[in-house]
């Protein structure tokens, strides 16, 4: 008899410690964001906000990085200032998917020193960026109820990750280097094949009838993205394209081989696109990213060489 009770408690109590150690792992604040086997950070759902005044502003926030055409775009109902894109046509699902150019590592980790501009750069900055390059428009001024709002959804995003850290899956994941030069020639076919049902035979993107945005938005052209993006340096392109294009896919399920991915970033960023000056950028030559397009270098390679490799 005691035997029996022995052998049924040992499984039962081994089992009930197994439970009890998941309920604790899975408490919030115990998330795991930054180790080899973390999950990757995914934000919180905008329903999950709060319903007091802070609240709604963070909703308001969330709205301008969805539909910032329909505030700040060519007719915008609050003012003209960016080029007609949403934020979230390249931060997808408002900045909160996995390797999606999320922005999970955006609270914890500013004011951070940058070498693009060469300063310790605020958020406020670090989103004016975007509204200028990726935009290619104008920066918002800091007191505006608009970037109080966007800061306040980016707050409110990250405020479980850790300071000072940057969670697995935040913004765009690079891809292992091709031991040749990227092809735009290659990366035409590869358009023509996975991309220009959407985006068009000249990358130029098809509004969508029921927003102010775009139902595909402009990969090349007057409405694009400008030079001085981060989408310009083709590491980020191929990227941000490997992880999420044709949509909805995602980095659990992919389409582009590496080879395509760099390929097709080639061809779309040897397409015009609106200019900017860049004349202030990388004080220090000697920071430049491998694959910035435009020198003069501190290592003596060419701008082509730069920009398509092999790096
Ligand atoms: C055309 C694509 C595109 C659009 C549109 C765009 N961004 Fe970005 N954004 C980028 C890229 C690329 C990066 C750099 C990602 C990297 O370096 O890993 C970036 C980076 C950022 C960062 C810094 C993220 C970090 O972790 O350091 C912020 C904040 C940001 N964008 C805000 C915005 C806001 C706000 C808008 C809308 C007003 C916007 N972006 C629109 C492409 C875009
Ligand atoms: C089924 C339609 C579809 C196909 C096919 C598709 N895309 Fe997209 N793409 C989208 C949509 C929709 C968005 C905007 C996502 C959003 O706003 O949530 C987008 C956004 C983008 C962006 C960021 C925004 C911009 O305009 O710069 C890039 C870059 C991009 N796609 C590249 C590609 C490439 C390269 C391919 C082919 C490998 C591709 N896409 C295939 C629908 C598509």
């Given at each position: 008899m005691i035997r029996f009770k022995i052998s049924w408690l040992f499984p039962v109590s081994l089992a009930l410690l197994f439970i009890g150690l998941m309920i604790y792992t899975k408490q919030?604040?115990?998330?795991?964001?930054?180790?080899?086997?973390a999950d990757c950070w995914t934000g919180a759902g905008i329903?999950?906000?709060?319903?007091d005044s802070a609240g709604m502003l963070i909703r308001y926030g969330h709205s301008l990085i969805s539909n910032t055409a329909f505030y700040l775009?060519?007719?915008g109902t609050v003012a003209h200032?960016?080029?007609?894109?949403?934020?979230?046509?390249?931060?997808?699902e408002a900045g909160t998917k996995?390797?999606?150019?999320?922005?999970?590592g955006v609270a914890s980790t500013y004011p951070k020193f940058r070498a693009r501009s060469g300063t310790i750069e605020t958020i406020e900055k670090r989103i004016n960026d975007c509204f200028e390059r990726s935009l290619n428009g104008a920066a918002l001024p800091s007191d505006s109820r608009e970037m109080k709002a966007i800061m306040a959804y980016m707050q409110w995003l990250g405020n479980e990750v850790p300071k000072g850290t940057k969670p697995k899956g935040s913004g765009i994941a690079q891809l292992t280097r091709l031991s040749r030069a990227a092809n735009p020639a290659k990366g035409k076919m590869v358009y023509t094949m996975?991309?220009?049902?959407?985006?068009g035979s000249n990358g130029e993107g098809q509004a969508d009838p029921n927003t102010s945005g775009y139902a595909y938005p402009p990969?090349?052209?007057?409405?694009s993205y400008n030079d001085?993006?981060?989408?310009?340096?083709i590491s980020l392109l191929a990227g941000y394209v490997k992880n999420n294009?044709?949509?909805?896919?995602?980095y659990h399920q992919t389409q582009l081989s590496d080879e395509n991915a760099w390929d097709v970033a080639a061809f779309i960023n040897s397409q015009p696109r609106p200019s900017k000056d860049?004349?202030?950028?990388?004080?220090?030559?000697?920071?430049?990213?491998?694959?910035?397009?435009?020198?003069?270098?501190?290592?003596?390679?060419?701008e082509s060489q730069h920009k398509y490799g092999p790096w």
């Open positions: 919030p604040g115990k998330h795991d964001y930054t180790s080899e086997e329903n999950q906000a709060p319903v775009g060519p007719k200032i960016s080029n007609g894109m949403n934020c979230q046509n390249c931060h997808l996995p390797w999606g150019n999320n922005y999970g996975y991309c220009e049902r959407c985006h990969l090349w052209g007057a409405h001085g993006a981060g989408l310009y340096r294009m044709p949509s909805p896919l995602n860049k004349t202030k950028d990388w004080p220090d030559i000697s920071k430049k990213p491998f694959d910035h397009p435009f020198g003069p270098y501190a290592d003596g390679l060419s």
